[in-house]
């Protein structure tokens, strides 16, 4: 379902990364799938499982620059704690949910230390 709905709104990730656990690794090969993404592209990384909202701001920050739209693929309390840190409009993140930042910035660095020009948060029962 939300696949669908990034697809209709012609989202293009330049990066998939997901945790190595099976729930969010198969949520990223569903999405991956519906957004024309292939799905051996898909970036595991152990750093997204059973981490804490740092070490997943760590894995941003150290992003290639040359990367415009990366998606991450992990769990909760972890994904809603960093989604509320980068925007106070975001206080839950319920299971399928899609959080979408934009920033008027050149550099992976900069996310947590500057505003999002955007924010959007969606999930199938909204």
Do not use: C
């Amino acid at each position: 379902m939300m696949g669908k709905r990034l697809a209709k709104r012609d989202v293009k990730p330049d990066l998939l990364v997901s945790s190595p656990a099976l729930r969010a690794l198969t949520t990223a090969q569903l999405i991956a799938k519906e957004l024309g993404y292939k799905r051996k592209s898909i970036v595991v990384d152990d750093r997204l499982y059973a981490s804490s909202p740092d070490d997943l701001l760590a894995v941003i920050r150290a992003l290639d620059k040359k990367l415009d739209r990366v998606m991450l693929f992990g769990h909760n309390p972890e994904f809603t704690e960093l989604a509320h840190r980068l925007s106070s409009e975001i206080i839950d993140m319920p299971t399928s949910a899609v959080a979408e930042f934009s920033f008027d910035t050149r550099a992976w660095s900069d996310v947590g230390e500057v505003e999002p020009a955007k924010t959007v948060l969606d999930f199938p029962k909204k």
